[in-house]
T-cell receptor, first 113, second 113 residues
Framework: AQTVTQSQPEMSVQEAETVTLSCTYD???????LFWYKQPPSRQMILVIR??????QNATENRFSVNFQKAAKSFSLKISDSQLGDAAMYFC??????????FGAGTILRVKS | EAQVTQNPRYLITVTGKKLTVTCSQN?????MSWYRQDPGLGLRQIYY???????DKGDVPEGYKVSRKEKRNFPLILESPSPNQTSLYFC????????????FGAGTRLSVL
């Protein structure tokens, strides 16, 4: 079964600085999707960024970017110019085409002013 | 507005009292699923449905039932709730042909006393 591991239960970053959240996964498939979701205190699940495994180019969405290392099965999220509104729980997730999402345990990100 | 609607948002109940959490989507999505979120475990899939009258177990189906009589609705039924079902529940749906993104409901916080 596929698994997703987030080894950092909590991270802290100073406002305006950069932070990287780690994620590794295990799969024998070659075609799949990877996601980072943000969950603020409102509990809403917000899609931050997604990566298709067959694309070598790392996905970028404004201040959010990923470092996708397919051979190493690593998918880290970099948040640049951190803002107070970035404070949340972040989940890494794996999905085969059309199937369920498999989530990591989550990383709580705290942003210090 | 495209959305997945869950009700209720909060629910406190007692052991053994049957309850239903409703989920409805207005996007004509075929695939719908239920997840539960627990600290340190992330989100785990309970049940999913590929289409009307087609449902199947996810990773943690014990103690839950679902039905899919209409395309838009996918209720989660706890026939005899127990305290270990205290959790945060999410309903999600996926559009046909764009299976690399899931639309999440706002979540239901359930406490079973």
């Amino acid at each position: 079964a596929q698994t997703v591991t987030q080894s950092q239960p909590e991270m802290s970053v100073q406002e305006a600085e950069t932070v990287t959240l780690s994620c590794t996964y295990d799969t024998s498939e070659s075609d799949y999707y990877l996601f980072w979701y943000k969950q603020p205190p409102s509990r809403q699940m917000i899609l931050v960024i997604r990566q298709e495994a067959y694309k070598q180019q790392n996905a970028t969405e404004n201040r959010f970017s990923v470092n996708f290392q397919k051979a190493a099965k690593s998918f880290s999220l970099k948040i640049s110019d951190s803002q107070l509104g970035d404070a949340a729980m972040y989940f890494c997730a794996y999905q085969e085409y059309g199937n369920k999402l498999v989530f990591g345990a989550g990383t709580i990100l705290r942003v210090k002013s | 507005e495209a959305q997945v609607t869950q009700n209720p948002r909060y629910l406190i109940t007692v052991t053994g009292k049957k309850l239903t959490v409703t989920c409805s989507q207005n996007m004509n999505h075929e695939y719908m699923s239920w997840y539960r979120q627990d600290p340190g475990l992330g989100l785990r899939q309970i049940y999913y449905s590929m289409n009307v009258e087609v449902t199947d177990k996810g990773d943690v189906p014990e103690g839950y039932k679902v039905s899919r009589k209409e395309k838009r609705n996918f209720p989660l039924i706890l026939e005899s709730p127990s305290p270990n079902q205290t959790s945060l529940y999410f309903c999600a749906s996926i559009p046909a042909g764009v299976k690399n993104i899931q639309y999440f409901g706002a979540g239901t916080r359930l406490s079973v006393l």
